[in-house]
């Protein structure tokens, strides 16, 4: 059978023998799931290729292997240089449960830095996303070349913190034993996100106007609980977990609240899995989320997305594996291994593009449009990641 899903273990090159041993002992399910779990340090290799790539030291991965030249749209020039907290943090995360210690610390150490060495905050916080790379004070932010406005831009989103990604930074610090930069992010969290249950979104925009964002997410609490456990704060853990607690109803859990309180029953892929994964919530609504949002064999972001979202449909396999369902996790995990790309990253979508049917925050300039939330078929670090982890059989959310 696979590792606990709870444990870390230590990577060897042995792991894809090891692993087609036990699954001719288990069974077809397992005979079905052996090219697929083989796969996992090839996503571990992968990741190691682009570290090393940027050279020694603390360094940061781009989250989406992007197009380049004539065929390269808005979304590439965007994301070119993008380094997103919640991929890297996810990064150190897979690559500690595959043995690599070290590299692991190198992403630790740069969120760390970051957090020390903002251009303009100190109090705690990382920004959403930095220039991926190796970083350097002050810390680098990404950004863009606006050859409409002949102009360096940078996305408000992306300058911004939102609560989620900060949590899955202190889960990362927390299992590395980085106890102070996790409570210096705890603190923050506290002064300025804390609800009257439950945190808020997060803080959107630039550096001299940021907005609160009073919306208020079931997944960004999942992370939030998990965060604050690891690190010993049970009243923070708890006041997490009353919130999403309040997001359960008799079909599972709602996506969160809007700015104005109202609840959003809209199913979504990680506020209906990720509490089950947390132990916050139970197989039952996990399977509701799962049958909601499932498409063929995989899974989309949420009941907008007309197709699969290889991400999601990694954790959804590794849900399903954890419930027992080992035979639609292995197809689920199938899915994934079709969709790698020739980087060694598993792409973001199947389609060439997947709604979301979210937006990427309130409009900060005068006359522009709200921006749609979409996934474009580029490698992507996190799918990558959750590949990985899925196919490690480890869970980063457990306690």
Request: a neutral charge; charged letters at 15%; aromatic letters at 8%.
């Amino acid at each position: 059978m696979a590792a606990p899903l709870n444990c870390w273990p230590r990577f060897s090159t042995e792991l894809a023998v090891r692993l087609s041993r036990r699954q001719v002992l288990g069974g077809g399910a397992a005979l079905a799931a052996a090219p697929c779990r083989a796969a996992a340090p090839d996503l571990v290799a992968a990741l190691l290729r682009q570290m090393n790539a940027l050279g020694d030291g603390p360094v940061l991965l781009n989250s989406y292997l992007v197009k380049t030249g004539p065929g390269a749209t808005a979304f590439d020039l965007t994301q070119a240089n993008a380094a997103y907290v919640y991929d890297n943090a996810l990064a150190g995360l897979v690559l500690l449960a595959a043995g690599e210690r070290q590299a692991a610390e190198r992403i630790g150490q740069a969120l760390a830095f970051a957090q020390g060495h903002d251009r303009h905050f100190t109090d705690g916080r990382l920004r959403n996303a930095y220039a991926a790379g190796p970083v350097s004070a002050p810390v680098k932010l990404a950004g863009f070349w606006d050859a409409k406005a002949g102009q360096w831009d940078e996305d408000p989103y992306q300058l911004g913190t939102d609560s989620g990604p900060l949590a899955w930074a202190m889960i990362l610090w927390a299992r590395l034993g980085m106890t102070a930069p996790a409570l210096a992010a705890a603190r923050f969290l506290e002064s300025r996100l804390r609800a009257r249950l439950g945190y808020e979104g997060g803080l959107y925009g630039f550096d001299d106007a940021q907005t609160l964002l009073t919306w208020q997410s079931t997944e960004q609490n999942t992370d939030l609980a998990v965060a604050f456990g690891l690190l010993g704060r049970t009243e923070d853990r708890a006041h997490a977990a009353a919130f999403v607690a309040a997001m359960r109803d008799a079909l599972g859990f709602a996506t969160g609240t809007g700015p104005d309180g109202a609840v959003n029953r809209a199913v979504s892929a990680d506020a209906g899995i990720w509490p089950y994964l947390a132990g916050l919530g139970d197989a039952a609504s996990a399977r509701a989320a799962i049958a909601a949002l499932r498409h063929d064999d995989g899974i989309g972001f949420a009941q907008a997305s007309h197709g699969v979202w290889l991400e999601g449909t990694g954790f959804a396999a590794l849900a399903l594996s954890k419930m027992g369902e080992r035979a639609l996790a292995a197809r689920f995990l199938a899915t994934v291994h079709a969709n790698i790309s020739p980087e060694g990253y598993v792409y973001a979508c199947v389609a060439p593009m997947l709604s979301t049917g979210l937006s990427v925050g309130p409009s900060v300039r005068p006359g522009a449009a709200v921006q749609p939330f979409n996934y474009y078929r580029r490698p992507s670090l996190s799918a990558t990641c959750w590949a990985g982890l899925a196919m490690l059989g480890v869970n980063p959310l457990a306690g």
